[in-house]
């Protein structure tokens, strides 16, 4: 009788619950807060990338005259690239590649005369298709949406007829 009553102890029942308690919640825990840090950093990325569209868009207005400007589109896509005109050191973000920048020039307005001249012109800058690559290999790669910065110039010093 004596051992029966040792067997039905709450010391004895009770061993290892604990642990089996803590490991659940420490992995539901630890899920959650890897899922808010990597959303955090996704988060992260496409303001980066909606900042340096944005930066290369103003300074695109204000240099890019038309699609054929290749060496001003090139320093627009570095400006979304590397943060700066000049393409050195690393991207801003890993993985970003000049093709997945693009830069466009849509004549709205233009002058007649000979040679004709744009007047207005909508100048676009997007990144589309960069994979966001998480830290915790459980998870599968996700594209970042696209995101397009528009802006438009003015006349140029240019007075339509």
Do not use: H
């Amino acid at each position: 009788m004596n051992r029966r009553s040792k067997s039905n102890s709450p010391l004895r029942t009770d061993k290892g619950q604990s642990l089996v308690e803590m490991a659940l919640v420490c992995m539901i825990f630890f899920f959650l807060l890897f899922g808010i840090l990597e959303f955090g950093r996704a988060l992260y990325y496409y303001n980066t990338i909606v900042q340096n569209t944005r930066a290369a868009a103003r300074w695109a207005v204000v240099n890019v005259l038309d699609n054929s400007d290749a060496a001003d589109i090139t320093t627009t896509q570095n400006i979304v690239l590397y943060g700066g005109p000049i393409a050195s050191g690393t991207p801003v973000l890993p993985g970003l590649t000049a093709a997945m920048v693009n830069v466009s020039v849509a004549n709205l307005e233009v002058d007649t005369s000979t040679p004709p001249k744009p007047i207005s012109q909508k100048i676009s800058v997007s990144v589309s298709g960069y994979p966001f690559r998480f830290l915790i290999p459980l998870a599968p790669d996700i594209t970042i949406p696209a995101f397009e910065t528009s802006l438009f110039t003015e006349s140029r010093g240019i007075i339509p007829p």
